[in-house]
């Protein structure tokens, strides 16, 4: 659903992206410090060892998807929600859902929350921005569809709750439900 507008003025803009990626940044300065660390070990002793580059590594992993999603950005408006990407805008119309509500639950010790956009109609897999959040669950209730859009908002929760529950229609949020583990676990491996 690309649109050629853009949010209101007034939209609740939150730098989805940014967030992630300053978050992974911090842990990745960390693995930079042991980097440095085990390679001025290395110079000072003269004792080969490439234990040093194994955080060097982590840091590429760690940092490969919160750089290309770093320029993400969600609004939420009178209009709907919207997932901005650069200068690529795509809108899903609050009259499009049957539903809006966020999922939370424990995997391990973290505590996971997403954003479920649920359609009255199909979801768009084929779109550009949107099409990576189409995921297929177990409706919550009769009327949800079992496709919907999810984004994983843990680094952005607060955030994303309160401009929900400022522009969702009051008729569409199903709130905040809790899932089972095992239901954290399928909602983590697309």
Excluded at 13 to 34: A, E, K, P, Q
Excluded at 44 to 56: E, Q, R, S
Aim: hydrophobic fraction near 45%; charged fraction near 20%.
């Amino acid at each position: 659903m690309i649109s050629d507008r853009w949010p209101a003025p007034d939209a609740t803009f939150i730098r989805y992206g940014l967030r992630r990626f300053l978050w992974i940044l911090s842990v990745v300065v960390i693995l930079v410090v042991v980097s440095v660390g085990g390679l001025v070990n290395v110079l000072v002793t003269g004792k080969a060892g490439g234990w040093f580059l194994v955080p060097l590594g982590l840091f590429a992993w760690l940092l490969r998807k919160p750089w290309r999603q770093r320029h993400k950005v969600t609004a939420l408006d009178a209009s709907g929600f919207w997932l901005l990407s650069g200068k690529q805008a795509a809108l899903i119309p609050w009259d499009s859902l049957a539903g809006v509500g966020i999922y939370w639950g424990r995997a391990s010790k973290t505590i996971y929350y997403s954003l479920e956009l649920c359609p009255l109609g199909e979801t768009d897999g084929d779109d550009p921005l949107l099409g990576p959040l189409v995921r297929e669950a177990e409706p919550l209730r009769p009327g949800l569809p079992r496709h919907r859009y999810r984004l994983d908002i843990s680094d952005s929760f607060p955030v994303h709750e309160k401009a929900l529950l400022r522009w969702a229609p009051a008729e569409l949020w199903f709130g905040r439900e809790e899932r089972t583990r095992a239901e954290m676990v399928a909602w983590l491996t697309p």
